[in-house]
């Protein structure tokens, strides 16, 4: 019977959280927030009050398996309109895209992903919960930014830390979600180190 919001670590600016959706307002616990966001898993898990009461509708299952590449995703998000307040007509975009490229730890797709996008969802074809989306590629030559070029956290490669708290109730058990050095080279996108035999 609880409710989960998994976001970004980096658009939390506060622990005292509300969050909107419909004609609901929900107050969040925040139960972990990565302090190392701005590298890989830039993760925060956030678990809906007891006072309030949501409508479950307005929640996702998580997606249990391996992406595949080719397989269609859907971002979802509110980008760079924050000005619009919460009016009846301000609505998500909804982006469909592919998976291009999935490795332990990280995610890439070609979803346009805009500012103001951190922290939400990748949906797959049922609706399932696939990824956190975080960033797209900005260029250190030249400054560009690449909409449909960007990295989310598979949710595939949390859930078992996830399981593993909602079984235990162990705040100590989150801190898995930090990621190992192997997956920040790969959010950095560090080549491998080559060790040689001679």
């Not at 616990?29 to 890989?40: G, H, Q, T, V």
């Not at 307005?58 to 080719?70: D, E, R, S, T, V």
């Not at 449909?148 to 996830?162: A, G, K, Q, T």
Request: hydrophobic share 35%; aromatic share 10%.
């Amino acid at each position: 019977n609880r409710q989960f919001v998994l976001t970004c670590s980096h658009v939390l600016s506060s622990n005292n959280i509300v969050c909107h959706v419909k004609d609901e307002e929900l107050e969040l616990k925040l139960l972990y927030k990565n302090p190392i966001f701005d590298s890989a898993y830039d993760l925060a898990l956030l678990e809906v009050s007891n006072k309030s009461k949501p409508n479950k509708a307005n929640f996702c299952q998580l997606a249990n398996y391996q992406p595949k590449i080719g397989q269609p995703v859907y971002s979802v998000g509110f980008p760079l309109f924050k000005s619009f307040g919460w009016s009846d007509n301000f609505r998500p975009t909804i982006y469909r895209g592919r998976v291009t490229k999935h490795s332990v730890g990280i995610l890439f797709t070609d979803c346009p992903v805009q500012a103001g996008q951190s922290g939400g969802p990748l949906f797959d074809d049922r609706g399932d919960l696939l990824a956190v989306m975080v960033s797209n590629f900005k260029s250190a030559l030249d400054d560009r930014i690449y909409p449909w070029h960007n990295m989310c956290v598979p949710v595939w490669d949390l859930h078992r830390v996830l399981e593993e708290y909602c079984e235990t109730n162990d705040l100590k058990r989150l801190t898995k979600l930090q990621a190992s050095n192997e997956i920040v080279n790969k959010w950095k996108i560090r080549r491998p180190k080559i060790t040689s035999r001679l």
